[in-house]
């Protein structure tokens, strides 16, 4: 398995409405922008960009959760579907992909994402 950004896809633009004016879901404007973003990290072929529906974190949409082989994984929540929002889950991804365990320093955590973690999930290989 391939480390991956998973962007639940119906998460929606804001609290009032599902779509932005270009009829997406904020899930899918943000998945967009992260898939952009993406583009300048090295090695491509050495991660995948992937979507889900639901994450059953309406309350703090938009979510993404990063995940990784032998890594913790984390789910940031409460994103809005922007650019700023996709460079700082990219940026995050890249340090994260450097670690050993997939824990990033919090002085290293880019600015947007602070406040917006909301799960750290065991690595898979611990699940027993």
């Known amino acids: 398995m391939k480390p991956a950004i998973y962007t639940c896809i119906t998460c929606r633009y804001s609290a ?5 004016g270009d009829g997406r879901t904020g899930g899918e404007m943000l ?8 583009l300048l990290l090295p090695q491509p072929d050495s991660f995948a960009l992937k979507t889900t529906k639901c994450f059953m ?3 703090r949409h938009c979510n993404v959760h990063l995940r990784a082989p032998g890594k913790f994984g984390y789910v940031i929540g ?3 579907p ?5 460079a700082a889950v990219v ?3 890249a ?7 997939g824990r990033v320093p919090m002085r290293e955590w880019p600015q ?4 917006h973690f909301t799960a750290r999930v065991p690595p898979w290989e611990d699940a027993g």
């Open 95 to 101: 340090r994260y992909m450097e670690s050993k365990d």
């Open 57 to 59: 974190g309406c309350e």
């Open 112 to 115: 947007a994402l602070r406040g």
């Open 78 to 80: 409460a994103l809005p």
């Open 16 to 20: 009032a409405e599902r779509e932005g």
């Open 91 to 93: 940026d995050y991804f």
């Open 82 to 86: 922007t650019a700023a929002s996709a």
């Open 31 to 38: 998945s967009a922008l992260i898939a952009e973003a993406a």
